[in-house]
């Protein structure tokens, strides 16, 4: 039996985790459940998963959680603010951490539980992006096994050899090769995307997915933290990952060899598929997800991405090629960048535009410590919610 902490609890990647930990009460015993604001649903998680401990990061929020669980008559022990996710997430009952927070909040429970070395089921890529080398050498130092579950990187993780180790460099790979959708405006004429709206921005056409990452797919911002995340994995270069855009969404990624042999993982678009897979890896487990049927897929289709439609995938590749700093300003500007966009304060084009500006007028430096890291993250928030307000007194 396996003990497990979901920071992320309510949202999407949480919520199919706890689909397939249901399917196995045998294997997996709820921990710690986490969530930001969602009372409700994160009351109704601990009614069915009666986890030991749940975390609200907003304290209105814990307080109310508390008296409705008391009332339920849970013994479940409510903690609030950040501090406790950090807390939760190093626990010693505590085995496995689904890390599924969206954004930069995910870094510093994300980076506990690494440096607790517990089994990490990476679904926060930001986290990653952000600290970048000093994620890998906490995972080192403390053994813990870092596992990816973004369906791209899962993917890459199942096609690759036996030993895999997170920052090892796999032998004998090309090339990884990243699938991407193309999300909703793949074909929508350049000249219309300034009019695109956040409804259309959040109606992914394959994926079901929060808001925020449903615009990071259709910017193609999402596969570009994908990359710089790819790059730290696998411990591949920029220069050797491949971005294809495939609308059916059936590969989810491939792995090319050097003897010429291409590897690919195929599957539904249901995340439970990754996250059983790290939940019971090296082992294979019943995840709920359907059978893949290849007569109703009928065909598989490939194109390069375009840099003039997707902006932000160059952008990604730019800041991974510079390292250091580089990725979490590029992260804290986009974070700022599409909630202004989902709060239309910016067009759906001005997204990229805020993260290039911010980019130019930041420069890089040396990720040495999480200081300098949480740093950068600060300036490039500041500088582009600046920016923000003097848009916002023009219009």
């Not at 013994?75 to 626990?91: I, Y």
């Not at 995340?229 to 989810?252: D, G, K, N, W």
């Not at 928030?381 to 023009?394: P, Y």
């Amino acid at each position: 039996m396996k003990g497990l902490c979901i920071l992320g609890a309510t949202g999407s990647i949480g919520v199919n985790t706890l689909d397939v930990v249901a399917r196995h009460p045998d294997r997996f015993q709820v921990v710690a459940l986490t969530g930001n604001c969602r009372t409700e649903t994160l009351l109704k998680q601990c009614l069915k998963h009666r986890p030991a401990y749940a975390v609200m990061v907003d304290a209105r929020a814990a307080s109310e959680l508390r008296r409705q669980l008391k009332a339920e008559g849970l013994t479940t022990e409510v903690l609030a603010g950040a501090e406790a996710l950090v807390e939760v997430a190093k626990l010693p009952e505590v085995d496995y951490v689904m890390a599924a927070i969206v954004g930069a909040a995910g870094l510093l429970p994300t980076l506990a539980a690494a440096r607790a070395g517990k089994r990490i089921l990476l679904a926060n890529k930001e986290a990653l992006v952000i600290s970048g080398p000093l994620f890998m050498d906490a995972v080192r130092a403390s053994g813990a096994e870092l596992l990816p579950i973004d369906s791209e990187h899962n993917a890459i993780f199942q096609c690759l050899p036996p030993g895999f180790r997170a920052g090892i460099a796999p032998p004998a790979v090309r090339r990884i090769l990243l699938t991407a959708s193309g999300g909703p405006f793949l074909t929508t004429p350049l000249e219309d995307l300034a009019k695109v709206t956040p409804e259309q921005a959040i109606a992914h056409p394959k994926w079901e997915m929060g808001k925020k990452i449903s615009v990071d797919s259709a910017t193609m911002m999402n596969k570009g933290l994908e990359v710089i995340e790819a790059s730290l994995l696998f411990a591949v270069p920029p220069e050797r990952i491949e971005v294809v855009i495939h609308p059916q969404s059936v590969i989810h990624s491939l792995v090319d060899y050097q003897d010429g042999s291409v590897l690919a993982q195929l599957g539904n678009p249901d995340m439970r598929i990754p996250i059983a897979y790290g939940l019971a890896w090296p082992e294979r487990i019943d995840s709920g997800a359907d059978a893949l049927d290849l007569f109703e897929v009928a065909r598989l289709d490939f194109q390069p991405p375009d840099f003039k439609r997707f902006p932000c995938l160059r952008l990604a590749f730019e800041a991974a090629r510079a390292g250091g700093t580089a990725p979490a300003l590029l992260n804290a500007a986009n974070e700022v960048a599409v909630a202004a966009f989902l709060e239309r304060k910016i067009p759906f084009t001005g997204i990229a535009g805020l993260i290039e500006h911010t980019l130019n007028a930041i420069p890089a430096a040396a990720a040495k410590d999480l200081e300098a890291v949480l740093a950068a993250d600060t300036s490039a928030r500041r500088f582009a919610a600046a920016q923000l307000a003097a848009f916002e007194e023009k219009r």
